[in-house]
C-alpha cells in the first residue's frame, strides 16, 4: 500500500513541476509556436506561387468579351494573393510586438533560407 502512495505522490509532484515549467516558459512555447505556424504558411504560399507561375503557354481563344473574362480573372487571382500577403505582413507586425525574438528568427528564415 506504501508503495501506491509513493507512486501517486511521485506523479502528482512531476505534474506540478510540469505545470511550472510550462507557465515559466509560456511566451517561448507560444512564440516558437507562431513562428513555426508563420513558416509552414509562408513556404506553403511560396510553393502554391511556384506552382501557379509554372510557364503555361495558353492562347486565348474566343471574342473580346471572354478575353476580357480571362484578364478580370486574373485580377482577381492577384487581389487574392496580395489580400494573402498582406495578411502575413500584419501577422509578423504583431508577432513584433508580442515576441521580437520570435519575429527576428522568421525574418532571418525567410531571408536567408527560402530563396
Sequence with gaps: MGNHHNGISYTIIKLFIMKEWIAKYQKAIVGTGAVSVLLICFLQQKELSKLRAEQKIEVLMG?????????????????????????????????????????????LILTTKTE
Design 63 to 107: 471574342g473580346d468579351i471572354q478575353k476580357a473574362q480571362s484578364i478580370d480573372s486574373l485580377q482577381s487571382e492577384l487581389f487574392v494573393q496580395h489580400t494573402i500577403n498582406m495578411r502575413y505582413e500584419m501577422a509578423l507586425e504583431m508577432l513584433k510586438e508580442e515576441n521580437p525574438k520570435a519575429a527576428e528568427a522568421y525574418e
